[in-house]
């Protein structure tokens, strides 16, 4: 019973004796069965066994607190167990999919279970799930997965990281955490591990990440609304990352902070810095223009400012690129061009290009869904575009009101009523990773 408690979940007897070899397994589900503390044998799956939540959770705590260091060893041995599978089932060491990653993410609780939360930050969650700088997993938009093995390295919930994995370690993964909150719109938690993260590079002096991390919380407070403090944060980024002349992070950090006095209506100086942080991409050999993303805000400033040909052909440069840097920047892009035809509506100015600007419009809301940034849903949730679209002839499309739209294109989108049947409805409806890894 006290090997039951490992898991929470029904488990297969081959996982059961990895726990403990010496056991002989069908005798004591004999026993267990007699006196009912566990179920009958499934006639859908004999080799499964389980047994009430209650009486397992009984028996995890009665292991953990009268055989401490059987209990660690018991997770020491599921945790090789479980790292070893994916090359075992799919015969990768790195896996592609959420699924084929599912048993590292259970590798990483058995690990911090048996104490070994070094290793298993290092070797596993950083190596194998994130692949270190590439950051797969948050590419896969798993960040609520993410973040639930990154609570297991915490002593206190987000707050207090666990002493074995030392200063460096600790920064890190309060910033991923921080990264995860944000990505999953909560930002009030995303600001309290950021900040912790920031603190401790700050005090280490290491200015690359302490930038890196100033333009996170910077973002977090304009997103959550906090003009001040967001200005405070990007000024900061920016003012750190001129110490490092690395241009990629002078990009990020520039950008960033060019948002933060827009939304402050400086205008003047939030042009500055984005053209800055275009000056850098330059400067490099990169490409002409802002990526799509980065883009998003300097465009809005263009169209305000009556640029919308400048505007069209950032568009259009973008439109080259977008798809191959990710399915975000493609949506971002798609979300600038509709912002553009609902700007052009009002001069009768429409290019060819803008005839499926709505339908555009309606794809970078699944595609900001599908990645799981729903920090950046807001963006185009209240641009919404027209739902009829005219041809090119000089005239402007008909005004609409801003109401929610529905697409019956989607299934999860349809609408009940008979008259809403425009291709140019959008949807919004698909959700990012929900699943959590065992043993949250």
Not at 56 to 66: A, P, S, V, W, Y
Request: hydrophobic letters at 35%; proline letters at 5%.
């Amino acid at each position: 019973m006290q090997l039951l408690g490992l898991f929470d979940r029904p488990i297969s007897k081959e996982v059961i004796a990895v726990a403990d070899p010496s056991l002989n397994l069908s005798d004591a589900l004999a026993v267990l069965r007699r006196h009912h503390l566990i179920f009958e044998e499934s006639r859908h799956d004999p080799e499964e066994v389980d047994c009430h939540p209650l009486i397992r959770e009984h028996f995890e705590e009665l292991f953990q607190k009268e055989q401490s260091e059987q209990w660690k060893a018991a997770h020491g041995a599921l945790y090789e167990y479980y790292k070893a599978l994916p090359e075992k089932l799919y015969g990768k060491y790195l896996p592609d999919t959420l699924e084929e990653m599912e048993y590292l993410y259970q590798a990483v609780v058995y690990g911090c279970k048996a104490e070994l939360h070094p290793e298993v930050l290092d070797e596993i969650y950083s190596a194998r799930i994130r692949r270190r700088l590439i950051a797969y997993s948050f590419k896969l938009g798993a960040f609520s997965s993410d973040l639930a093995a990154l609570s297991h390295f915490f002593e206190k919930p987000w707050e207090k990281p666990v002493q074995s994995l030392g200063t460096d370690w600790q920064a890190v993964t309060l910033s991923w955490a921080g990264y995860c909150f944000k990505s999953l719109g909560k930002l009030y938690e995303a600001t309290i591990t950021t900040k912790s993260a920031f603190e401790i590079f700050v005090e280490r002096e290491e200015w690359s990440e302490c930038s890196l991390n100033a333009s996170n919380l910077s973002e977090m407070f304009l997103l959550r609304g906090d003009v001040k403090k967001a200005i405070l944060y990007g000024r900061k980024s920016s003012v750190i990352v001129e110490k490092e002349n690395k241009w990629k992070s002078s990009v990020v950090c520039n950008l960033q902070y060019g948002n933060a006095l827009y939304h402050a209506n400086k205008i003047k100086e939030a042009k500055k810095y984005f053209l800055k942080a275009e000056y850098s991409l330059q400067s490099n050999g990169k490409i002409k223009y802002l990526y799509p993303y980065q883009s998003f805000f300097y465009c809005e400033i263009l169209i305000e400012k009556g640029g919308h040909k400048e505007a069209i052909i950032r568009a259009k440069s973008a439109l080259k690129i977008a798809n191959e840097l990710g399915l975000l920047s493609a949506s971002m892009w798609k979300l600038n061009l509709g912002k553009i035809y609902n700007s052009l509506q009002e001069t009768g100015i429409l290019d060819s290009m803008f005839e499926d600007a709505i339908q555009n419009f309606n794809q970078s809301i699944i595609g900001i869904r599908t990645v799981g940034h729903l920090e950046y849903l807001p963006f185009g949730l209240l641009a919404a575009p027209p739902t009829t679209a005219t041809p090119t002839t000089g005239k402007p499309p008909k005004k609409t009101s801003k109401k929610s739209w529905t697409s019956p294109s989607h299934p999860a989108c349809a609408s009940t009523s008979p008259t809403t049947t425009s291709k140019w409805q959008g949807c919004a409806s698909h959700k990012p990773d929900q699943r959590m890894p065992a043993r949250t």
